[in-house]
């Protein structure tokens, strides 16, 4: 028998456009929605209501996370910006322009000090939080536009996926430039890559493999131990099962 549970109904507003992305915080408690104009408005789903909002964007928010401790929002949108906002202060922290196409992927680093965007114009960026600066930028094949990226392992390997099935892992090396750790030089090498192909036996080897037609693919270590598991759905969707993380 199924429980009964009770759903909340946030208040919409009549100046604000169709949702077009919505965001958790870690804690639960508040809930970001993204709007087809641009709007960004945080609910705190205890009291049911918006506590602020910020005009994000020229357009449709795309996508957007927290950090992990729930202090700091970034935000991506078909305007081609991404930006970092402070819901404590309900300021905007930083925002970053460089590339050419919608945004489909904003991601916060372990330690919220770097952000990463993909975008239609198949570019990955990398970019400082703290000097507004882009780190290193990935990517320009005009058949590898990204539609998913997840990280995982404290922020040391990056997974991207896209429209062909193609999924590529980087390592990610970060290090401080001087003694005052006030820059950061990252390295990105990618280590894996491969196309997944609906695979039924679920055949074993080293490298990016499919298990099924599920799009369920294994990082294998090379002497036949599947070390990662790597989802990915039919549309490119990247997804980590929870050993992984």
Known sequence: MLEQVEVAVLPGKTEMAFVTRIAASPNGRELAVGYENGVIAIYDLYKKRAVCEFAAHKCAVTCMQYDGEGDFLVSGSKDTEVVVWDVVA??????????????????????????????????????????????????????????????????????????????????????????????????????????????????????????????AAVVDDGIGRPSDFIKNGRQGGVYLSPSVR
């Open 90 to 215: 309900n300021t905007c922290k930083a925002r970053f322009n460089g590339h050419r196409g919608a945004i489909t992927n904003v991601l916060f680093t372990n330690g919220s000090n770097c952000v990463i965007s993909t975008s239609k114009d198949t570019f990955v960026k990398f970019w400082d939080v703290a000097t507004n600066q882009c780190l290193k930028t990935l990517g320009g094949d005009p058949n590898d536009q990204v539609s998913s990226a997840v990280l995982c392992r404290d922020s040391r390997y990056l997974v991207t996926g896209n429209e062909y099935k193609e999924i590529k892992v980087y390592e990610l090396k970060w290090t401080a430039a001087d003694a005052a750790n006030t820059e950061v030089v990252l390295q990105c090498h990618l280590i894996y890559s491969d196309t997944l192909e609906i695979n039924k036996t679920g055949e074993t080897g080293g490298g990016l493999h499919s298990r099924s037609a599920d799009r």
